[in-house]
């Protein structure tokens, strides 16, 4: 299995996803985007399907990988470093429903995803949910919670905070971990999160175990993208 994962992220995970048997392809850090989240994957790529939408700063980068393993790719242009101009591809897209700000998020990569349209008024709105399976989340996002119930999903409400990210007061759930098969994996572990057992056992109801990629205090690194 391969996934897109920001570059900067290399040190701190490299080794561990390839103990996981997980080939990274390393993504540079997009140059439109704020220094901070450069390199976050839920910023500069959507998966649909086997259409990828992204940033047109890092296709010529990843087009040729992607299309020798039959992907589509199109180019987002227009992102820039401060919201909303930073949020068109932050679309959380679980398979069965496609949570999005109508007002931000990018019409094409909306259309493709299709499922059930979930409108929230949170521009990082990939960011924020952390994908467990088809019909559930994580959020801390009251809003992205109440409109996701709303529409029918399962839904564990954690504390808000608690997940580092570098240059900012916390990071999001949903940007610090990602979805493989049965395996939820999570940057580092929830220790020293309130709502860390919680998780665990919201995952495991939903037939999910957890992997913890190392043994830091969770971080938000934009998510990855499995292909």
Not at 6 to 15: C, D, F, I, M, S
Not at 81 to 110: E, H, K, Q, S
Not at 119 to 138: F, L, N, P, T
Not at 205 to 227: N, S
Request: with cysteine; charged share 20%.
């Amino acid at each position: 299995m391969t996934v897109l994962i920001g570059e900067r992220y290399r040190p701190a995970l490299a080794e561990s996803l390839a103990a996981q048997g997980l080939e990274a392809f390393w993504l540079p850090n997009d140059p439109a985007l704020d220094k901070r989240l450069a390199g976050h994957a839920d910023l500069s790529l959507f998966r649909a399907g086997r259409h990828i939408f992204a940033a047109e700063e890092i296709v010529p980068v990843i087009v040729s990988f992607l299309t020798n393993r039959g992907y589509t790719v199109s180019a987002v242009s227009g992102l820039g470093g401060t919201y909303p101009r930073d949020v068109p591809l932050c679309i959380c897209a679980t398979g069965d429903y496609t949570i999005y700000d109508p007002r931000t998020a990018d019409a094409r990569a909306v259309a493709a995803a299709g499922g059930i349209p979930v409108h929230v008024r949170q521009g990082y709105a990939r960011c924020a949910a952390a994908i467990v399976d088809e019909q559930s989340i994580i959020t801390a996002d009251a809003g992205v919670s109440r409109a996701a119930k709303k529409a029918g999903m399962d839904v564990l409400d954690i504390a808000p905070a608690h997940i580092i990210l570098e240059g900012y007061d916390t990071g999001f759930i949903g940007g610090a971990s990602f979805l493989i098969d049965n395996n939820m994996y999570f940057t580092g572990t929830l220790d020293d999160h309130p709502d860390g057992e919680r998780i665990v056992r919201f995952i495991a109801g939903h037939g999910k175990k957890p992997v913890f990629l190392t043994d830091r205090p969770i971080f938000d690194i934009g998510g990855a993208i499995p292909l």
